[in-house]
C-alpha cells in the first residue's frame, strides 16, 4: 500500500508539473522515475563458472522511507536459469566474493546488532549467513588465501576503550590531518574457532590486500598516510609474506589503479598512470613478482583503460575510446595479436568478471538502460538482467555522438539528446550538463541521474548537450592533459563552442541556453555564468569551485591539484590562479544562478560555494540562490537531498529558460505539505481497510 501511495503522491506534487505514470501515459522519463531507477552495481561469476552473484540497488522511497543511500541487494543466477535472491530488502551488501571451491559466498555487511560492518558468509546451495569475523571498526576488504584457510581484512584500529567517555566529557580536539588513523591488514584463521585476527607488519596505510592464487603472498597497495592526496598520488604496490616481508616491490610513478594478478601468481597485472603528471591511470601495465620488473602491456595514446582481468596467460580488459567502449582479449606470452570480444558500439562496459573457464561476464549500459549483467558470448553480449522492466514502456529521447569543431580547431565530442517530440527546423531550450574531474569522460550510454536527469529534461522539450571538453578521459594521454596550467580557457570555451554549433545548425534557441555542473563541472558552470555569462541564460552550480586560490587552502587533494590540474603553486603563479576564477569576473555576472552543496564536503570546500554567492548577491546583478544539505559531501548520496537537488535543479531551469524569469522561483518546495498528504492518504487506506 505504501508503494502505491509513494508513486499516488508523487503524481499530485506541484514543483515538477508531472506525472509519475509516464510509462502508461508514453510522455518520457520524469524526475520521479528517475528517483526509483535501480541499477547492478557489481558482479562476481564463481570461478567453476556455474552462477553469477551480483549485487543490485534498492532505491529508498522520498517521503516514504528514512532517509540513507540507497539499498544493496545480493542475487545469485545460476548459469541458464532465473536469478535467485539471496539477501534483499533493507541491507547493504558489499564486496561480494566466491570460495575457491565454488560453494560460499563471502560478503561484508552490517547485520542483527552489528555497531560496524564485518564479513559474512552463506552456502551458494542454501542456508543462512553466517558472520566469519568482525572488529571495533568497519572492515573495508578482505581476501582469501588459495586454499580458503586463512583470510586477511584492511580495517582500522579500533577506538581507545575510553573514547565515548572523553567525548562526554567534552576531550574530542581533533588535531587536523594528524589526528587519523592507518588503514591495517589483519591476518585470521578460518578454520579456528579460537582465532584472533593478527595485525600484519606493513609500513603506510594499507588501501588494498590480495593473496595470490598460489601461495600465502599477498599483492599490496599501500600509501604513506590515508589521507586522500596521498592515496591518489602516492600510492605504492609491492608483494609481501604474512610476516610483512616485502617479497617484490614495483617502480611505479602517479596514479594508480587496479591491480590483478596473475593465474600463476607470477606477475601482476595494474592500470597506472604514464607519469606523475598523468591525471588518469589509464594504461595498463605488467609487473614481474620475480625480477620486480615493471613493463607498459597497453598504452593509452588514443583511449583509457577501464578494467582488466586474467584468463590463464591472456589478459582480458575494458578500453574506452571516444564515446564508446570494447572488451579486449590479449595474449600475455604468446605472439598473437589481440582480438575484440566485444567491439565498440554494443554498449559500454564498465567492469568485468573471468571465470577459470573464460566465461567473461561485463555489466554495461546503454542509451535505454542503466548498468545491468550480461554475458559475452560469441556473438557478441547477452543481456541477463532487467532492473527496470517498467522502464522498456518509457518513451526515451533520441541520444547520438555530437562531434564539433572548437576555435581552434581542436575536435570535440559529446552526447546530444534531443527533446522527446523533436521537430525538424525548430529551435529548442537547451541545459548543457557538465562532467567534473576534468579527468573523466561521459560516454554514449545510460547518462541520466539525479544531478544530470537528462532524459526528464528531454521529455520537458529541452536538448541535453553533454561534451567532452579538452582534458576529458577517453581520447588518450595527450587529450587528457590539455588543460593543465590551462585552466578555463579553452577548455570551457569548448562547452561554448558545442552551444554555438547547434545554435548555427538551427536547432538551438540561443537566447535559452542553461548549464549545470558538479565539481570540476560546477567550475565549469561557475565560470559560464560569470566570464561567459552574455551566453548562457541560467545556470546550476553543485560542489563547485569558484575561487582557485582559496581552494588550494580547502581541499583534501592540493598535491593532485598540482600534479595533474594546475601545474603550479598558487605562491608560484597568484595572478594566473586568482584571472582563472570565477570570482575574479563576477562583475560579468548576469545570469541567473541556483548555487547547491553539502555541508560536509571536502573535496571542494563549502566556502566555494559561499564565496560566490556572496559575490554575485553583493553586486546585485543576477538573481542568485544557494542551498546547501546538511551531512552531504561531494555529491549527495541520500534519497532526499538527490530528490530535493533535481526539482530545483529543473523548476531553475524551466523559470529561466522557459518562464518568465525575474525574481527566482519560491524557494520552499513544500516538502512538508507532500507528506501530510502522504500521511492523510495512508490513515484514510487503513480506515477503509
Known amino acids: 500500500m505504501k508503494n502505491i501511495l509513494f508513486f499516488i503522491g508523487l503524481a499530485l506534487f506541484g514543483a515538477t508539473g508531472s506525472m509519475s505514470s509516464s510509462a502508461a501515459e508514453n510522455k518520457g522519463l520524469t524526475l520521479e522515475d528517475i528517483s526509483k531507477i535501480e541499477s547492478v552495481r557489481s558482479a562476481k561469476v564463481s570461478p567453476d563458472g556455474k552462477w553469477v552473484a551480483y549485487t543490485k540497488s534498492n532505491k529508498r522511497k522520498p517521503y516514504i522511507d528514512d532517509d ?25 551488501i558489499g564486496s561480494v566474493s566466491w570460495s575457491h571451491d565454488s560453494k560460499t559466498l563471502y560478503y561484508i555487511a ?14 551458494v546451495d542454501g542456508g543462512e549467513s553466517q558472520k566469519v569475523v568482525g572488529v571495533q571498526n568497519n572492515i573495508l576488504s578482505y581476501t582469501l588465501n588459495n586454499d580458503s584457510s586463512k583470510m586477511v581484512f584492511i580495517a582500522k584500529e579500533g577506538a581507545p576503550n575510553h573514547k565515548e567517555q572523553l567525548v562526554q566529557k567534552g576531550f574530542q580536539a581533533n588535531v587536523y ?158 605472439r598473437i595479436a589481440a582480438m575484440p570480444l566485444v567491439d565498440y558500439g554494443q554498449g559500454i562496459q564498465r567492469s568485468l568478471s573471468v571465470a577459470n573457464n573464460g566465461a567473461v561476464y561485463v555489466l554495461a549500459d546503454t542509451a535505454k538502460h542503466p548498468s545491468e549483467l550480461f554475458a559475452v558470448t560469441s556473438s557478441g553480449m547477452q543481456r541477463l538482467t532487467n532492473s527496470n ?31 522527446l517530440n523533436y521537430k525538424k527546423g525548430k529551435r529548442y531550450p537547451m541545459i548543457a550538463f557538465i562532467h567534473g574531474g576534468p579527468e573523466a569522460h561521459r560516454s ?74 558538479g565539481s570540476y ?40 591539484m598540482h600534479a595533474v590540474h594546475a601545474r603550479a603553486w598558487p605562491w608560484d603563479d597568484y595572478q594566473w590562479m586568482l584571472e582563472t576564477s570565477p570570482i575574479y569576473h563576477v562583475k560579468n555576472a548576469q545570469t541567473p544562478l541556483l548555487i547547491m552543496h553539502g555541508d560536509s564536503d571536502t573535496r571542494v570546500h563549502p566556502s566555494q560555494s559561499m564565496e560566490l554567492y556572496r559575490y554575485v548577491k553583493t553586486l546585485g546583478q543576477a538573481p542568485v540562490r544557494l542551498v546547501l544539505y546538511p551531512g552531504e559531501g561531494h555529491g549527495n548520496r541520500k534519497a532526499a537531498g538527490q530528490y530535493d537537488y533535481s526539482l530545483r535543479l529543473v523548476r531553475w531551469m524551466d523559470h529561466y529558460l522557459k518562464g518568465d524569469g525575474g525574481e527566482p522561483p519560491a524557494y520552499d518546495l ?20
Not at 542483527?112 to 552456502?123: C, E, H, K, L, Q
Request: no cysteine; proline share 4%.
Open 670 to 689: 513544500k516538502h512538508e505539505k507532500k507528506l501530510e498528504e502522504l500521511n492523510e492518504k495512508d490513515k484514510s487506506d487503513k480506515k477503509d481497510d
Open 177 to 334: 590531518e594528524e589526528d587519523i588513523k592507518h588503514v591495517h591488514a589483519w591476518e585470521y584463521a578460518l578454520n579456528d574457532e579460537d582465532a584472533e585476527p593478527k595485525k600484519l607488519d606493513i609500513d603506510g596505510s594499507v588501501i588494498s590486500a590480495k593473496f595470490s592464487p598460489v601461495s600465502d603472498q599477498l599483492m599490496v597497495q599501500v600509501s604513506p598516510t590515508p589521507l586522500i592526496d596521498d592515496i591518489y598520488m602516492k600510492k605504492s604496490l609491492q608483494v609481501i609474506d604474512l610476516d610483512g616481508d616485502v617479497v617484490a616491490s614495483f617502480k611505479t610513478k602517479g596514479k594508480q589503479g587496479k591491480a590483478v594478478w596473475s593465474t600463476d601468481g607470477e606477475n601482476i597485472a595494474f592500470l597506472g598512470a604514464n607519469d606523475y603528471n598523468d591525471p588518469t591511470a589509464g594504461a595498463l601495465y605488467i609487473a614481474n613478482v620475480d625480477d620486480e620488473t615493471v613493463s607498459k602491456r597497453v598504452t593509452n595514446d588514443t583511449s583509457h583503460v577501464m578494467d582488466v582481468a586474467w584468463h590463464n596467460d591472456d589478459l582480458i580488459y575494458i578500453e574506452h575510446q571516444g564515446l564508446e567502449s570494447r572488451v579486449v582479449k590479449a595474449a600475455f606470452k604468446r
Open 521 to 560: 563541472g560546477g567550475y565549469a558552470t561557475a565560470w559560464s555564468a560569470t566570464k561567459l555569462s552574455e551566453h548562457y541564460a541560467a545556470a546550476v552550480m553543485f560542489v563547485g569551485i569558484s575561487n582557485q586560490l582559496s581552494k588550494f587552502g580547502t581541499t583534501d587533494i592540493p598535491n593532485e
Open 389 to 419: 522492466t517498467w522502464l522498456d514502456d518509457v518513451e526515451l529521447a533520441k541520444q547520438e555522438g555530437f562531434e564539433y569543431e572548437a576555435r581552434d580547431g581542436l575536435k570535440i565530442q559529446g552526447v546530444l539528446v534531443y527533446p
Open 110 to 123: 552490517m547485520r542483527n546488532d552489528d555497531t560496524f560492518a564485518g564479513v559474512y558468509s552463506i552456502p
Open 68 to 92: 540513507g543511500p540507497a539499498w544493496s541487494e545480493l542475487y545469485v543466477k545460476p548459469i541458464g536459469s532465473d536469478a535467485k535472491p539471496f539477501i534483499t530488502g533493507k541491507v547493504n
Open 444 to 517: 554514449n550510454g545510460w547518462n541520466t541521474r539525479y544531478a544530470d536527469p537528462i532524459q526528464a529534461v528531454a521529455a520537458k522539450g529541452y536538448f541535453a548537450f553533454i561534451p567532452n571538453y579538452r582534458g576529458s578521459t577517453g581520447r588518450g594521454d595527450e587529450f587528457a592533459r590539455l588543460d593543465q596550467h590551462a585552466y578555463a580557457d579553452p577548455e570551457f570555451t569548448d562547452i561554448l563552442d558545442g552551444k554555438l554549433a547547434l545554435v548555427e545548425k538551427g536547432m538551438v534557441d540561443a537566447d535559452k541556453v542553461g548549464i549545470t555542473g
